[in-house]
């Protein structure tokens, strides 16, 4: 998978986070994927939209048992 023109920014980020994880170095990443030295930790630092989804720690149950 290289950083070809028609390979979307979100489809490169997450090849790139994915074999970061895998350990290739950030220089290897860069060399693979044809992209800047910028733009290797862009892609670690960024978060995909699944992830960041907000979620709630709430739970009623919890909630009932602390007043009783």
Request: charged letters at 20%.
């Amino acid at each position: 998978m290289s950083g070809g023109a028609g390979e979307s920014r979100v489809a490169l980020y997450a090849a790139i986070r994915r074999e970061a994880r895998a350990g290739m170095s950030n220089r290897a990443l860069q060399h693979k994927h044809g992209v800047g030295y910028r733009t290797a930790p862009a892609a670690l630092n960024s978060v995909s939209k699944a992830s960041s989804a907000r979620r709630t720690s709430w739970n009623p149950e919890d909630a009932q048992t602390a007043f009783i």
